[in-house]
Nanobody, 125 residues
Framework: QEQLVESGGGSVQAGGSLRLSCAAS????????MAWVRQAAGKEREGVAA???????SSPDSMKARFTISKDNTKNILYLQINDLNPEDTGMYYC???????????????????WGQGTQVTVSS
């Protein structure tokens, strides 16, 4: 059974950096779209970045400058590097996954069917 467990969140000051991790387990072999999605209190979920099994990355233009998604296939860990944090980045950060067809395009707007429990990021000014 697929499981995603995030870690690495915390409280930081504006201008700082964080690297979030998402450990994946129980996945069968195949192509998956993995993504980071965040949600601030009282707001809708917002896609941050996505990556498929071949390493192709997709992210909204607003996220490209400070957010970097990557993965370690040997350890089955998904990462999100966040630089130059600001208070608007405060929220819960989730990793999510969905199987991807051979010709499928992995992006943050997909209907993900597995979610982690999230890791909280709090940025103070």
């Amino acid at each position: 059974q697929e499981q995603l467990v995030e870690s690495g969140g915390g409280s930081v000051q504006a201008g700082g950096s964080l690297r979030l991790s998402c450990a994946a387990s129980g996945y069968s072999r195949g192509n998956y779209c993995m993504a980071w999605v965040r949600q601030a209190a009282g707001k809708e979920r917002e896609g941050v970045a996505a990556i498929d099994s071949d390493g192709h990355i997709s992210s909204p233009d607003s996220m490209k400058a400070r957010f970097t998604i990557s993965k370690d296939n040997t350890k089955n860990i998904l990462y999100l590097q966040i630089n130059d944090l600001n208070p608007e980045d405060t929220g819960m950060y989730y990793c999510a996954s969905v199987p991807l067809s051979f010709f499928g395009y992995c992006h943050t707007g997909m209907q993900f069917d597995h979610w982690g429990q999230g890791t909280q990021v709090t940025v103070s000014s």
